[in-house]
């Protein structure tokens, strides 16, 4: 049984998977109680005897500091208060240590890059959403064979995609990773070498056991004088490795024929890109975008109090000029 083989993990989706969600979160639930911490400690009621700076004091500033540190990026001021300091201190070395863990998970999958899970046997692949390579050959094959797993997979029609023309079949297996069938490991791979591709075992997969084997017969007449001369003959072609040679000479000819039709992808280094960069430029966009609409807000804010402040100065002008009358 063919099955489509692990695609290579995308290069966002590898780091965003790092860490787990719940390590995430908790990231998130320490640079919240960071924050909370430098504004009560700034503000606690300690301040009359040891003054801290005003930028502690302030619960956006406090904000600021944190993810400055968060980032790897100097604070404007350190603290001057011992408790204050000493809380600093540890949070600057918690964010280190898991800068540090990520940059050694980062160059690790530059380095060595990660495929997705392999499908090695029949209830992964009835659990996957894989389409199955139908031919109306197995209708007859299923009545001579025990084996409920293929059938529950031969039953499903919903996902049936035609593969009554195997080349064409294989091919698409090997281009679109789009389904599975039963073929043979010898005509997949010959067809994988007509494609042009130097490595087939990368793009054809299977499972760890063979589901059918199939012997190819001769048959004669009882009594034909041929029957020692063709069972001689094809002991000692086989003994000699005429048949392994007629193999590598076919499958040579493929690749001759297959060229560059299709490039496949080396695995054996990723080049750095802009692309592995994403999440910084996702996280520099947002802060830009969050921070234009925190700026236009206090526009409106200030320009909101400004038409109320003027409105109120109107009418009490108007209250005092008819009192003054009066």
């Not at 700034?42 to 700076?53: I, M, Q, R, Y």
């Not at 999958?109 to 659990?127: H, N, R, S, W």
């Not at 299923?142 to 409920?148: C, K, N, R, T």
């Not at 297959?258 to 695995?267: A, I, P």
Request: with cysteine.
């Amino acid at each position: 049984m063919l099955v489509p083989c692990p695609k290579p993990i995308p290069g966002m989706e590898k780091i965003m998977t790092t860490f787990s969600l719940s390590v995430w979160l908790t990231m998130g639930l320490v640079f919240v109680l960071t924050t909370s911490v430098f504004w009560f400690v700034a503000n606690g009621p300690h301040v009359s005897t040891f003054k801290e700076l005003e930028i502690y004091k302030s619960i956006s500033l406090c904000f600021y500091n944190a993810w400055a540190v968060f980032m790897g990026v100097s604070v404007t001021q350190l603290p001057t208060t011992s408790k204050l300091r000493a809380f600093f201190f540890i949070y600057v070395s918690y964010c280190f240590a898991m800068s540090t863990v990520f940059q050694a998970f980062f160059v690790s999958y530059l380095v060595e890059p990660e495929a997705g899970k392999e499908i090695k046997t029949f209830d992964e692949l009835l659990k996957s959403d894989i389409a199955y390579g139908y031919h109306s050959a197995w209708n007859y094959i299923l009545h001579g064979i025990v084996y409920p797993e293929f059938s529950k997979f031969h039953e499903r029609k919903e996902t049936r995609k035609d593969c009554n023309d195997f080349q064409k079949c294989v091919q698409k297996m090997i281009t679109q990773h789009d389904r599975a069938t039963m073929v043979g490991i010898v005509y997949s791979t010959y067809i994988a070498s007509e494609l042009g591709i130097a490595d087939p075992s990368t793009v054809i997969c299977s499972f760890d056991e063979n589901l059918i084997y199939v012997s190819i017969i001769m048959l004669l007449k009882k009594g034909s004088p041929f029957l020692d001369m063709f069972n001689v003959l094809i002991r000692r072609s086989l003994e000699a490795g005429l048949q392994e040679r007629h193999w590598s000479e076919l499958k040579h000819q493929a690749s001759l024929r297959g060229g560059d039709r299709l490039k496949e992808e080396s695995n054996m280094f990723v080049i750095f890109s802009v692309s592995h960069l994403t999440p910084a430029f996702v996280v520099l966009i947002s802060g830009n975008i969050l921070s234009f609409g925190v700026f236009v807000i206090e526009l409106i804010h200030n320009w909101y109090w400004k038409k109320i402040n003027k409105g109120t100065g109107t009418s009490i002008s108007c209250v005092a000029g008819f009192d003054n009358k009066v």
